[in-house]
Every structure is written in structure tokens, then in C-alpha cells.
């Protein structure tokens, strides 16, 4: 039912815009609360990977929210949902690393850097 369909696809970009970092004060009451549960999870296992764990946390949150967002919208809009929904979340984290790939490198080649980088001659 085409009803049915719209509602929850409604609900995947309502939880979707809640995690990703489209919406301005989602970090401090639902990003980092959940990250930081996430990295006390971990650090009960082992302690050192506190503070990865916690950046981690906080990133998969955003690309969590990202993916739902897309995926809701996806799913509001078209007549029919896609016929392997495994082969597509694969395929979107797949897409995420490469481009989280891309970003890093553009960091290491110093083509990316902050601000303060761009103002200083060094």
C-alpha cells in the first residue's frame, strides 16, 4: 500500500534528519550522547580505545542519519521499494568509505586543511 509505503519512509527521514548533521542540535542531545555510549561499550572491553571509539561513534551517527535520510526519502518517493535491500545498504557504505577515503587523502595531500592553514604561508 502506497499509504503504508509514505509513513515509514516518513519516519526514516524524521530519524534520519534527527542523526545527521543537517540539523544543528543534533550533536549535543543525540550524536554524542550516543557516541559516547557506544565508546564506554567498547572501553568496558578495552580501555584505551575510549577516545577512537567515542569519533567513531560520533561519525557513524552522522553517516547512520545520512543513510536513513536518503533511504527514507528513496522509499517515499518511488512506487516500489528495490528488490535487494542488502546489495543497496552494501552498495551506500561502499560509496561512504570511498568518499571518507577521498576526504582523507585530500587532508594528507594538504589540499584540505583548516582554516587557520589556508591563512598562514607554511
Same mark, same amino acid.
Given at each position: 500500500?502506497?499509504?503504508?509505503?509514505?509513513?515509514?519512509?516518513?519516519?526514516?527521514?524524521?530519524?534520519?534528519?534527527?542523526?545527521? &548533521? /543537517?540539523?544543528?542540535?543534533?550533536?549535543?542531545? *543525540?550524536?554524542? &550522547?550516543?557516541?559516547?555510549?557506544?565508546?564506554?561499550?567498547?572501553?568496558?572491553?578495552?580501555?584505551?580505545?575510549?577516545?577512537?571509539? /567515542?569519533?567513531?561513534?560520533?561519525?557513524?551517527?552522522?553517516?547512520?542519519?545520512?543513510?536513513?535520510?536518503?533511504?527514507?526519502?528513496?522509499?517515499?518517493?518511488?512506487?516500489?521499494? &528495490? &528488490?535487494?535491500?542488502?546489495?543497496?545498504?552494501?552498495?551506500?557504505?561502499? *560509496?561512504?568509505?570511498?568518499?571518507?577515503?577521498?576526504?582523507?587523502?585530500?587532508?594528507?595531500?594538504?589540499?584540505?586543511?583548516?582554516?587557520?592553514?589556508?591563512?598562514?604561508?607554511?
Amino acid at each position: 500500500m502506497a499509504w503504508k509505503r509514505k509513513i515509514s519512509g516518513g519516519a526514516l527521514v524524521t530519524i534520519g534528519f534527527v542523526l545527521s &548533521p /543537517l540539523s544543528w542540535w543534533n550533536d549535543a542531545f *543525540v550524536n554524542i &550522547p550516543l557516541a559516547l555510549l557506544f565508546a564506554w561499550l567498547v572501553s568496558f572491553c578495552y580501555q584505551p580505545a575510549f577516545t577512537a571509539s /567515542l569519533i567513531v561513534g560520533y561519525w557513524l551517527t552522522n553517516v547512520i542519519g545520512l543513510v536513513l535520510l536518503h533511504k527514507g526519502a528513496r522509499k517515499m518517493l518511488s512506487e516500489k521499494s &528495490p &528488490p535487494d535491500w542488502r546489495r543497496e545498504l552494501l552498495k551506500d557504505v561502499i *560509496v561512504s568509505l570511498v568518499y571518507t577515503g577521498v576526504i582523507i587523502a585530500l587532508i594528507k595531500l594538504g589540499l584540505l586543511k583548516p582554516l587557520a592553514g589556508y591563512l598562514t604561508k607554511g
